[in-house]
């Protein structure tokens, strides 16, 4: 096992560590990377990208998806937008301040010089997507167009129309076609990693299903990079993907990589809400509504009870019977403060009584002032003189309509009400996490030869990320980081011959993944695997692991996880014909990926549980101040949590990794 | 919020595997689901009651393809009553939700057939051909790093605008589904739009577009005879036009010299 250490270089300044880095880290040479192989699982923006880049560096490639392509992976669905820290609007952005609000947003639970990589990289992430084509929004005179996003004062965020995610992804996938029929990546579709298989200590190949046909496969190489993503449909109800999961990375933990502040899971301020017991996922609105959308819940209970009667429309209420209520307590950051701030926002004021809809669970986004707003613009320079309020309105609806159009359209068709009619009702929900396989300044974990990447790993979020910040992360790794630093491992393994699969490393791996499948296929009970995921996720995981956390409940959820868990072993009905899993099966894969959901769901609350503190999205009912604003301790807890596993019956090991600030003061986090 | 309950009756494609002689439609009636469900979680509700009552159904939970549900991946396809993405206009379906249907309603599932598609099981089908199609030129040939300045070269807002229109497929195949020919000419002229419209994918924009087609043809798409209905089925409202685009763009590749 190699040295538990950060491995950041040293250098005189921060500015410089990367650059002085690159220049001095050792490379291998083209001749050598024709015989390298590395695996990339997932191909979401980190794992497109870094399968390209490195099959352009000359190294061979093999890529893994569970998806039938590569295309379909849940960056697909980020809508808002992409950091970088271009400075093109003049208004006072650099990469300093993009490190530094990324730090501060993290609520300084981050690793400074992750983060500052990241900030200094993220400038040629555009440059990279526009060469490759990415149709970015553009002003009138051809340059790029940008945004604001939470928790910060600049307008940094590039975005084209409200599905840059697609946008990012089809670039990343494209180059990464091009390498494919250049033969430098070989790409496996429909093919799940379900083992990690470690010969001598390094990382040397995977288990996969080919979910086509159920059978298990064996693949070598020289090194493993995960880039498989974010584990939030533990909760079940999450605005992940279906399909997204914790499997690669949580086998991986087993075979001894740390898992990094597994509790750091964000709740996204702004998500359709909960409409009924069927609900298989929720649906997120853009946090860049939040630039023109005011947030607001009735100041009075009797109004809050006569619109959840339905007996009054929210258009009716007059505005001093409004509680704008971040512009309330935020003023300087008022509807854009970050997300996790938001969102408990939202939670108190519906704790307290004041939220709408037939649940009371939701707040109000409105954008009845903006529509005015824009209109009036829009009217005087059309030089209209005293436009009617219809005038007016209409022309406002068109300048929303092109920001935000699909948007709205997405709310209509899931809603069937009519955001510029009406506003629109907002809850929050599990969206991102954090937390990930802990890795290295190289974005190495601790089995040499793993990577992570993306949102698979933990290292620049801290505990809680930034809007936009994702993209960036993801195409940051897979474009300008980890092509240069998996270097460092492959550098020592240029004389290490072709991995071979016929070892009984790789028969162990596989054998482990066969017993589990017969095992499950072999229950036959009587419960569905989604009706244990919605128990584990709705009724245990939310309710004691999600906004707000206590000691008490954390200790009840970890037993009711247990239990769960147990029960599942015995009662759960995988549908099959085949007793080994020779064959398409999507019940099978789900109770593969719900299976690995119960271990990790433990883990979570031994994590929220140790960190007897608030920070960022990591919520402790007993560490609060008066007013509810997260309480942070850095005395004590000024560090990553990287768990070792222990097994299943013991508690996980928990290695601590200081987090040093040199370049930033740690301070409360004020957006007041 | 009204909860209207109505009941349904489902006509399910079920096929398991691509020879199987019993491929045929299953009929499941009175399915009691709620208005407020997306079509995706009623096939849940279905997969859900034929799992608890194993005994009664022995073939087992229906297998569709889904994963965002929410209209971006292209994972999710289906032919419902006829339509690739069902009855609403520029909608998924898993972006369609169950208050446009009434009680008693029969609701035909049928999975998007075409040559280029090979079937899997029951709704499933094989559409890997698109991404042999993107492979064989649907990107601009650069490598990481070096690239200019973002604001180096300005696109004209019109420009970038009409490359996202184009290059808003989310290739989920309903345009072949929705063919009579089963041609991919949407998909592929969308990807040859959006890149050949940018200054940057000029470049090899005439190689690009031989290539593509090409491949499309090998592939065992058919030909396109201008019936419009991909346009019309389309989730994301792709506009034909991209094909006269495309056919434009071909005809005068075939008088360059690139290979």
């Known amino acids: 096992m190699k040295k538990f250490q950060s491995n950041v270089p040293e250098s005189e300044t921060l500015e410089d560590k990367w650059t002085e880095y690159r220049s001095r880290m050792p490379l291998v040479a083209p001749n050598n990377k024709r015989n390298i192989e590395v695996i990339v699982v997932g191909t979401g923006l980190a794992g497109a990208s870094a399968a390209a880049t490195l099959g352009e560096l000359g190294y061979q490639v093999k890529a893994f998806c569970f998806h039938d392509s590569p295309r379909r992976a849940h960056s697909i669905a980020a809508q808002g937008g992409i950091n970088a820290a271009k400075n093109y609007q003049n208004d006072g952005d650099s990469v300093y301040r993009l490190f530094y609000d990324t730090v501060k947003g993290g609520d300084y639970r981050s690793r400074e010089a992750n983060v500052h990589r990241l900030a200094e990289v993220s400038r040629n992430i555009i440059d990279q997507c526009v060469a490759q084509g990415v149709p970015f929004a553009r002003e009138y005179g051809g340059n790029l167009a940008n945004r604001s996003f939470g928790g910060v004062q600049v307008s940094r965020t590039f975005y084209a129309r409200g599905q840059t995610g697609q946008q990012l992804l089809i670039g990343a996938y494209s180059a990464l076609s091009r390498q494919i029929s250049l033969g430098n990546v070989v790409m496996y579709n429909r093919h799940e990693m379900l083992d990690l298989v470690v010969v001598e200590g390094k990382a040397r190949g995977i288990i996969a299903r080919n979910l086509l046909t159920g059978q298990l496969e064996r693949y070598g190489a020289h090194a493993v990079v995960l880039a498989t993503g974010g584990y939030g449909n533990v909760f079940y109800l999450s605005t992940n993907a279906m399909g997204s999961n914790v499997t690669a990375g949580w086998v991986s933990h087993k075979r001894g990589a740390y898992f990094a502040n597994p509790c750091y899971c964000q709740i996204h301020p702004t998500c359709i809400p909960v409409s009924g017991d069927y609900q298989s996922k929720l649906t997120l609105m853009s946090e860049s509504l939040r630039n023109d959308g005011r947030v607001w819940v009735p100041k009075h209970k009797k109004d809050v009870e006569a619109l959840r009667a339905g007996k009054m429309k929210p258009t009716e209420l007059s505005e001093e019977d409004r509680d704008y209520y971040l512009e309330r307590i935020y003023p300087a950051f008022g509807n854009l403060v970050p997300r996790d701030v938001a969102s408990r926002a939202a939670k108190y004021r519906c704790d307290d009584g004041y939220g709408v809809g037939s649940t009371g669970l939701a707040v109000y986004l409105d954008f009845a002032a903006a529509i005015l707003r824009y209109g009036k613009s829009a009217a005087t320079s059309q030089n209209l003189v005293n436009p009617s309020d219809e005038k007016i309105k209409e022309l406002g609806r068109a300048v929303v309509e092109k920001k935000y159009g699909n948007l709205f359209e997405m709310y209509e068709k899931i809603t069937g009400e009519d955001p510029y009619k009406t506003p629109m009702r907002i809850f929050p929900a599990v969206h991102y996490t954090m937390g990930g396989i802990w890795v290295d300044y190289n974005l190495e974990t601790s089995i040499p030869g793993l990577f992570a990447t993306g949102e698979s790993n933990f290292s620049d979020h801290g505990a809680n990320r930034l809007g936009a910040s994702a993209l960036m992360q993801g195409l940051a790794d897979g474009y300008f980081v980890l092509p240069y630093t998996i270097g460092v491992f492959l550098s020592k393994e240029i004389r290490t011959p072709k991995i071979s699969t016929d070892t009984p490393e790789f028969e162990e791996a596989q054998n482990n993944v066969q017993t589990k499948i017969n095992k499950l296929l072999s229950i036959n009970g009587t419960r569905s695997v989604e009706s244990y995921h919605r128990e584990l996720g709705v009724d245990i995981m939310w309710q004691y692991c999600g906004m707000a956390r206590n000691a008490e409940g954390l200790k009840i959820g970890r037993e009711k996880v247990r ?52 920070c960022g999205g990591h919520f402790r009912d007993e560490y609060a101040t008066a007013e509810g604003e997260a309480e942070r301790n850095d005395k004590d807890y000024a560090y990553v949590s990287a768990w070792e596993y222990n097994g299943l019956d013991d508690d996980p090991i928990l290695h601590k990794e200081k987090l040093e600030f040199k370049d930033i003061e740690l301070k409360t986090r004020s957006y007041k | 919020m009204a909860h209207e309950n109505i009941k349904v009756n489902l006509y399910v494609w079920r096929q398991n595997g691509p020879n199987d002689p019993n491929a045929g439609i299953k009929v499941y009636s009175d399915l009691e689901i709620n208005t407020h469900m997306s079509f995706l979680e009623m096939l849940d509700v279905l997969n859900t009651h034929i799992i608890e009552n194993k005994d009664k159904y022995p073939e087992g939970p229906v297998a569709f393809e889904h994963d965002c549900r929410e209209g971006i991946c292209g994972a999710c396809s289906l032919v419902i009553n006829g339509r690739p993405h069902g009855p609403m206009q520029g909608t998924t379906t898993c972006q369609l939700h169950m208050r446009h249907f ?9 999975p998007f057939k075409a040559k280029a598609f090979p079937m899997i099981k029951d709704l499933v089908v094989d559409r890997s051909s698109f991404d042999k199609i993107i492979q064989a030129g649907g990107y601009i040939s650069v490598n990481t790093g070096g690239t200019p300045d973002g604001n180096a070269v300005p696109v004209p807002q019109d420009v970038s605008s009409e490359a996202m229109d184009a290059a808003a497929c989310i290739g989920c195949g309903a345009c072949v589904a929705a063919c009579p020919n089963a041609s991919a000419m949407l998909f592929t002229s969308a990807k040859v739009s959006h890149l050949g419209l940018l200054p940057q994918g000029k470049t090899e924009a005439a190689i690009r577009v031989k290539r593509m087609v090409s491949q499309m043809d090998n592939e065992g798409f058919g030909l396109c005879s201008n019936v419009g209905a991909c346009e019309a089925d389309c989730p994301k409202e792709i506009s034909i036009n991209n094909i006269a685009r495309m056919n434009r763009a071909y005809i005068s590749s075939t008088f360059t010299n690139d290979h």
Do not use: C, Q, T
């Open chain 1, 563 to 614: 239990a769960l868990r147990e029960d599942f072993w015995k009662n759960v009905y995988v549908p099959h014909s085949d007793k080994d899993g020779h064959e398409f099966n999507p019940e099978l894969e789900k109770a593969l990926r719900v299976a690995d959901f119960f271990e990790l769901a433990e883990l979570m609350m031994v994590d929220a549980n140790d960190r007897k503190e608030s």
């Open chain 2, 102 to 110: 009434n009680n008693g309603d029969n609701i035909y599932i049928e």
